[in-house]
């Protein structure tokens, strides 16, 4: 393929894009073949051509559609728009704002206002009592009573986990003795010469296992009952006990402005503050009564409930117990009864419900 090279010197005032055209039009046949001139292209394949040369003068106007830019002049802003105009409408495309929704937000500020208040003063109020610069209301008896029912609620934490495991222990013993008497009723139909004794085993393992499960429904009743008084019916009582704290010491915080305001000068911003104070302090006291008054009646009824639901359980427990590890099956079956008794009849007392 013969390729002839030319070699041109363009001034500064000639078009390169010019230069290009010529250079893409010269094209030669070698021995590939015949290839297309592209400075002559065919008529349905024409496409618009660069401009001769390049006029930066901004006073002159240009033809959007002669341009071979896109449509787009200095700034890159469209000069050609296809579909018209752009639309325009009077209505507004704002969300209009409901009558209400300033008032909700107006509140929703004010309550924000309010708890952030009464989160600083609670908070001053438990520093200052630990580092002992202010004084706290007490009350020794149900103080006393508070702190009986927590350390009673941790025993009897102890007594659930500890009967939880017993039961588990006692419940794979049982599993056991029943794969041991199935063990020995096979070897007894494929040993002859020891059947008898096979079958006796056999026998007592199966007694075993039928009693043993009754012991273990006495357990599982056992624990529900604990559990029930541990994590629902004290950790109801203790919870009053947490918001009762929490209105004690807002209590506590809002008597000590009071207080403040009170000895303060008689100006006008104090006596405001001391009107609002009073007011706060009076809504405070109030619930701090009421939450105070439903600690000292909720740990009266757990005490005496707690004593009575605790003793019927500790009788059935030690009796399935001792009925069960002394052989006496006919006790083993009556104290049985009488949990199953437990469980279907009614129960007489508020814990038990």
């Not at 070699?7 to 046949?29: A, F, K, V």
């Not at 929704?101 to 001053?124: A, D, F, P, Q, V």
């Not at 007011?279 to 707690?306: G, Y």
Request: with cysteine.
């Amino acid at each position: 393929q013969t390729w002839h090279t030319y070699t041109r010197m363009t001034s500064l005032t000639s078009n390169p894009m010019e230069d290009i055209e010529n250079m893409e039009g010269e094209y030669m046949e070698g021995s590939s073949g015949h290839r297309r001139n592209r400075s002559n292209p065919e008529p349905e394949q024409t496409r618009p051509q660069p401009p001769r040369s390049l006029d930066f003068q901004s006073d002159k106007e240009t033809d959007p559609s002669q341009s071979w830019t896109g449509g787009f002049t200095q700034g890159c802003t469209p000069q050609f728009q296809p579909f018209g105009a752009p639309a325009t409408s009077s209505i507004s495309l704002t969300t209009p704002s409901s009558p209400g929704e300033g008032l909700g937000k107006t509140t929703k500020l004010e309550n924000m206002k309010n708890w952030t208040i009464s989160t600083y003063k609670c908070s001053r109020q438990s520093l200052y009592e630990k580092m002992g610069k202010t004084s706290k209301t007490v009350d020794p008896e149900l103080e006393d009573q508070i702190d009986t029912l927590r350390n009673t609620q941790k025993k009897y934490s102890e007594i659930l986990r500890l009967a939880r495991a017993l039961s588990s222990h006692f419940y794979n013993m049982v599993q056991t003795q029943n794969s041991l008497g199935e063990c020995f009723s096979d070897l007894a139909h494929k040993s002859p010469e020891l059947q008898q004794e096979f079958l006796y085993n056999a026998e007592a393992q199966r007694n075993l296992t039928k009693n043993g499960q009754k012991l273990l429904a006495s357990l599982n009743f056992f624990v529900s009952s604990v559990n029930t008084i541990v994590n629902k019916t004290m950790e109801d009582s203790l919870l009053t006990v947490k918001q009762y704290e929490t209105a004690r010491v807002e209590y506590d915080a809002y008597r000590t402005d009071l207080e403040f305001y009170t000895a303060a000068k008689e100006t006008e911003a104090n006596q405001m503050k001391l009107s609002e104070t009073q007011l706060s302090f009076n809504n405070k006291k109030a619930e701090f009564e009421k939450l105070r008054s439903d600690v000292q009646i909720k740990l009266k009824f757990l005490d005496e409930n707690r004593v009575k639901v605790m003793a019927k359980q500790l009788l059935l427990f030690h009796t399935a117990v001792s009925a069960y590890f002394s052989g006496n099956q006919v006790a083993l079956e009556k104290s049985v009864k009488q949990f199953a008794g437990k469980i279907k009849s009614p129960a007489t007392s508020w814990i038990e419900q």
